[in-house]
């Protein structure tokens, strides 16, 4: 007997919780958040209460209230016994949050199983900010809080392409992928009842698409009796997009100024990050970071695969912020980030203002202070390398995003390339695979595969379906 749940992903983009039963094992495919979900009832000044566990969020409905998964203390406060785990491992296709962060309240006798990189890049974030209940994957503090508790570690289980483990009745063949993030993976799973395949989150369209070519081969090499692909684009318009092509727009944009230029992406995004560095080099400028990012440099620059620049690299400059008394004390700098700033190529605001045709700034709209301290003329540029507002809230902080580059006089451009494959590049892979049942997630329009199979399940959420 062998059946899929879905506890979230389901008409919504993101927030993944799949659980796969097979004879006596359970395991679940991504454990992840759901930003929708939570934004439904919660807001900048609206948040689930740390101090009450995971009773908010069970409440809510933005984790399931389901049995042995949670971690003892978090039962305990919710006013349950604590419960045996009754599943046998996480599988995480890659570090997003909306794939990863909701195994911060999982019990820590779960393993979860990740690619190397994956793992690489859940350390960066968990030592770059504050420990909160919602971004506590690889340990985590037992509530109620207190600060001389040392952390709890989850068991994790690293893994690259060409590996195969088992766990109870499964066998589990983790392939490489191509997203906006190194180390994502989709699977192949070998049930009693035959194997099961799930994208994650792909495109073909990047620059590794090999990668995510090698996994639809693999899958219709395996005849699978049911796949679980994304389906975040299906049903947007083609646009001409790749990381070339932000690499020519960006290139162009930095090379013909003598300002000071400004990248806005998202930094976990190595091809991004590359993106720019590399342009950076080209047109003599240095690469400019900030500290919060200078972890994923840290430990990025230790995967061999990536060739990411580590911080001492000679074209990285950290920008060293004002903090503290505001004065570049020594003082000011606490912490994790002192390893940073102990290092000789940090720039104050004030270095980097002094040499504006040599800077080439990391610095997107979160930390736009920096502009008034940089004292930025007129003329300098911003490249918006991410996606385009999509909802209300995302149009509110373009408005103010705006408003700041026109008080600077500043001139913005656009260009990115999206993680996620374009609505045709899915109709294709789909076909290709050619499964016996497909499960569309990660979508608002699910449907959308109509025009392409019949065996198609439109999911409702917690609802087991045999295969
Ligand atoms: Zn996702
Ligand atoms: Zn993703």
Redesign the pocket.
């Known amino acids: 007997m062998t059946s899929l749940t879905f506890y979230g992903g389901v008409n919504e ?2 927030g ?1 919780k799949i659980l796969l039963q097979d004879k006596d094992t359970k395991i679940f495919l991504d454990f ?1 958040k759901s930003f929708s979900r939570r934004a439904t009832y919660f807001e900048e000044y609206l948040n689930p209460r740390t101090s009450n566990g995971i009773v908010d969020f069970l409440t809510m409905g933005l984790v399931p209230d389901i049995q042995g998964v949670y971690r003892d203390d978090l039962m305990v406060m919710a006013g349950r016994k604590p419960e045996t785990p009754e599943i046998d491992a996480v599988l995480l296709t890659h570090a ?1 949050a ?2 990863a962060d909701y195994i911060s309240f999982l019990h820590e006798d779960i393993p979860i199983h990740m690619g190397a990189a994956c793992h690489l890049i859940l350390k960066a974030i968990a030592e770059r900010g504050q420990r909160s209940i919602e971004r506590e994957i690889l340990d985590y503090k037992p509530r109620p809080y207190n600060i001389k508790d040392a952390p709890i570690k989850r068991k994790v289980n690293e893994f690259r392409t060409g590996d195969k483990f088992k766990i109870g009745s499964l066998e589990v063949e983790p392939i490489h992928v191509d997203h906006s993030v190194p180390g994502a993976y989709g699977f192949i799973i070998w049930t009693s009842e035959g194997p099961i395949a799930y994208t994650g ?1 792909i495109r073909l369209h990047g620059t590794h698409s090999e990668m995510t070519t090698d996994f639809i081969k693999r899958a219709k090499e395996v005849k699978p009796i049911a796949l679980i692909t ?1 389906g ?1 684009r299906i049903a947007d318009k083609e646009k001409e997009e790749s990381e070339k092509l932000v690499y020519d727009q960006s290139k162009k944009t930095v090379s013909e100024s003598d300002n000071l230029v400004f990248a806005d992406f998202n930094f976990k995004d190595v091809d991004r990050l590359m993106t720019f560095y590399n342009i950076a080099k080209e047109t003599g400028r240095k690469f400019v970071v900030k500290i919060n990012d200078a972890y994923f440099l840290k430990y990025l620059s230790q995967d061999k695969h990536l060739s990411v620049p580590n911080i001492d690299d000679e074209d990285i400059i950290i920008y060293l912020p004002k903090r503290g008394t505001g004065t570049y004390s020594d003082k000011d700098y606490k912490g994790n980030d002192k390893e940073f700033v102990d290092l000789h190529n940090c720039w104050t605001a004030e270095q980097i203002s002094a040499r504006p045709n040599k800077a080439l700034c990391a610095i997107g709209f979160y930390s736009f202070t920096a502009l008034i301290d940089m004292k930025v003329k007129p003329g300098a540029r911003y490249i918006h390398s991410a996606s385009e507002p999509y909802n209300e809230e995302q149009e509110i902080s373009q408005e103010r995003m705006d408003a700041w580059i026109n008080h600077f006089g500043m001139h913005k451009f656009q260009s990115h390339c999206s993680g996620h494959a374009r609505g045709q590049d899915l109709i294709n892979a789909v076909s290709e695979i050619d499964a016996k049942m497909l499960f569309p997630v ?1 979508t608002k329009h699910p449907d959308a595969y109509k025009k392409i199979t019949e065996n198609l399940t439109l999911i409702e959420e917690a609802k087991k379906y045999q295969i």
């Open positions: 983009i993101g993944n992840g997003h909306d794939h989150d994304e975040t990660h």
